[in-house]
């Protein structure tokens, strides 16, 4: 089966990441904490803002928006890899392995009402699967950043909230394992995707842009946040 992917100048992009045979990797740290900082030296290689992340046992969801001249399939065949390398060293494995599905999921993000959909989507998705009571309950999310901000309303995530109730599911959170990918357009060059990590036991950094939404604003079409 190909993927056709579309590339539109300075959009926003959710993206979801399966893991092979959905190991269950996720659930417990350092690879957590591995996945923020190899997506922190990523960004060095092939800039883009962030709007949102979850990650959950077996997949993740980013919501970014290239800034460079790569695009978001440049950042996620450099982010795949270069993951592997790191994880392979952490748990002591010299030989090859597969350790992410082949393909990922991408959706293009239309308009504000698309994109406040997918960061809810994001923030309440561990809640939908059962992993959290709360929104505020899962670590592993830019949910706690955005409230912070004001940006939701107290108590908000402990139902289904109303943008996501007709959302597709299945469609975000199927496998993605696919051999082939068709370009709509010719992707541009992303360069070397291979960084050196640094020199340190560097936990990951996340900062918070001062163009979060405030006061309970999300409205969010220029307002990110930023992996460093």
Known sequence: MNIRRYYVPNAIVFITQVVDHRIPVFQQQPPPDLLLVTLREVKRLHPFTMLGYVF?????????RPTGASNFSDIMHSLKPNF?????????????????????????????DDLQRHVDYIHYNPVHHGLAEKPEGWVHSSYRHWQQRNAYPQRWGWSLPTSVINYDWGEAEDDHDQEAVRFATAPTSGGNHTYKRRPCGCKP?????ETIPTSGDRAVANRTYDIE
Do not use: N, P
């Not at 959950?56 to 970014?64: P, S």
């Not at 002591?92 to 308009?111: L, Y």
């Not at 950094?205 to 842009?209: D, E, G, I, K, S």
């Open 205 to 209: 950094h996340l900062q918070v842009a």
């Open 56 to 64: 959950l046992l077996e997949h993740f969801h980013l919501l970014l």
């Open 84 to 112: 592997t390398k790191e994880y392979k060293k952490l748990i002591g494995v010299t030989g090859s392995m597969k350790f992410w599905q082949k393909g990922f999921w991408d959706h293009v993000i239309r308009d504000e």
